[in-house]
Structure formats: C-alpha cells, structure tokens
C-alpha cells in the first residue's frame, strides 16, 4: 500500500469537503450512508477501532487502516486524526488504486 499517496488523496478530498476528519464526522458519515471508504489510523484507541470497524462491517463501507493519527492529522490540518471518511466515490477509486490487495476488511 502506497501510503503517503492515499494519504494525499484524503488531504485533497478534505479541501474539496468530500471528506469528514474525526471520530465523530466518520461515525455520522457511515450512519448517514455518506461514507464510501473509511481511513484509519493504527495507532487509534482500540475502543475506536472496535467502533468503526462495527459501523464499517454493518453498513458495508471500504475499511483501510493506515499511517498514525498524527499523519493522518497533518493532511487534515487537526492534530492527532484517529480516522476519516472519504465521501466521493471517485476519490475512493483512486485511493482503492493504491492498495496492494485491495486494502478492504469490509467491502460492498
């Protein structure tokens, strides 16, 4: 997995507001159906992966865990990013290219 271009992608996808940063933005993106992927962190808390993974594997959302939260929270512009959802289903493509096996826990 390339990680510093998915991880530019989600920055992108950030200032073009197709994406939330954060725990809570992520949880009401994939509640809401708004999530197309969710991008998280391997050093998040575990109850937040536990979490997240939960709403991804009910809701069918792409599931790529990835980087650190301070990583992750240098592209946001937020210090420390446990997760993100990523809302375009064309910057999903695009970070989907560049996973080596596809990258999914949970897939549609």
Avoid: P, W
């Avoid at 994406?19 to 050093?43: E, H, N």
């Avoid at 446990?82 to 493509?93: M, N, Q, R, V």
């Amino acid at each position: 997995m390339q990680e510093e271009k998915i991880l530019k992608l989600y920055g992108l996808a950030l200032r073009a507001r197709q994406a939330k940063a954060g725990v809570f933005g992520t949880q009401a993106a994939i509640v809401k159906r708004q999530a197309k992927c969710v991008l998280l962190a391997r050093d998040a808390e575990e109850s937040t992966k536990k979490e997240i993974r939960f709403l991804c594997e009910k809701h069918g959302v792409f599931l790529i865990e990835l980087s650190d939260k301070a990583a992750m929270g240098n592209y946001a512009g937020k210090e420390g990013t446990a997760c993100a959802a990523i809302l375009d289903e064309h910057f999903t493509s695009g970070i989907r290219n560049y996973t080596i096996d596809g990258g999914a826990f949970h897939d549609k």
